[in-house]
């Protein structure tokens, strides 16, 4: 997978990238299509395709990393918060199939929308998702 | 903190919720104003606002909870993918001061838009925030 994945052409410096965080087990460097300045995306440097298919333990080094880029862009951008946004599959919106959380700092009145849209559930329909998914873990 | 807020009430059983899993460290249960049917909440126990306050073992132990609640949604919905969300600060959308993961299901077709925007950056951009942002790591 390694061969074809531009993340893990990115990672093996092949193609280049504007790296702000690299350890043993993960990779942090700017989106080229940023939604705000300072968007950053967070990954392993093995190809896992998602959140599915990465070990746990890899994934807490992940999630460490976020923490530490979240954290910097911060302060970096003045930010007044930040996103964390991790999309699984093509119907969640992944584009690159290699695990990857985006980090995107956000200031008070900004443009940005994110937002699914919501509303109150039945309590019918709780009880039987609730049900549904505790049968599954 | 814990006296006044929902999600540590939900936790303590003071507020009932749809509980789907818990184990020492973190919890998780039914949106009720889902985006998804199955739209899940992944919390710590333990109160913190946002993934600058939560401490790295116990953030290691809520992205473990997310990666399990994540697979049984899938099953439990049939879906063909789910996005993990994670707000930080009312700037970034954050209502409920407790850090909690989203894990919201996603079909193909479905009508849910989650995108912020975005445009590609100019290069000296880049660097610029390349810059700003490892001098913060």
Same mark, same amino acid.
């Given at each position: ?15 280049? *990238?504007?790296?702000?965080?690299? $350890?043993?087990?993960? #990779?942090?460097? =700017?989106?080229? +299509?940023?939604? @705000?300045? !300072? ?32 954290? *910097?862009?911060?302060?970096?951008? $003045?930010?007044?918060? #930040?996103?964390? =946004?991790?999309? +699984?599959?093509? @119907?969640? !919106? ?44």
């Amino acid at each position: 997978m390694g061969d074809e994945c531009i993340f893990c052409k990115i990672v093996s410096g092949e193609i280049p *990238a504007k790296k702000i965080f690299e $350890n043993e087990a993960t #990779f942090a460097f =700017l989106d080229i +299509n940023p939604s @705000a300045k !300072g968007h950053s995306l967070v990954i392993p440097k093995n190809h896992h395709a998602t959140m599915l298919d990465i070990p746990e333990a890899e994934l807490k080094d992940v999630i460490s990393t976020v923490q530490k880029v979240g954290a *910097a862009i911060m302060k970096a951008t $003045n930010a007044d918060g #930040f996103n964390v =946004l991790q999309n +699984n599959r093509e @119907a969640a !919106g992944q584009v690159i199939p290699h695990l990857h959380f985006h980090v995107i700092p956000r200031t008070i009145g900004d443009s940005l929308k994110l937002s699914f849209g919501s509303q109150k559930a039945e309590e019918e329909e709780l009880k039987e998702y609730e049900k549904r998914v505790k049968e599954q873990l």
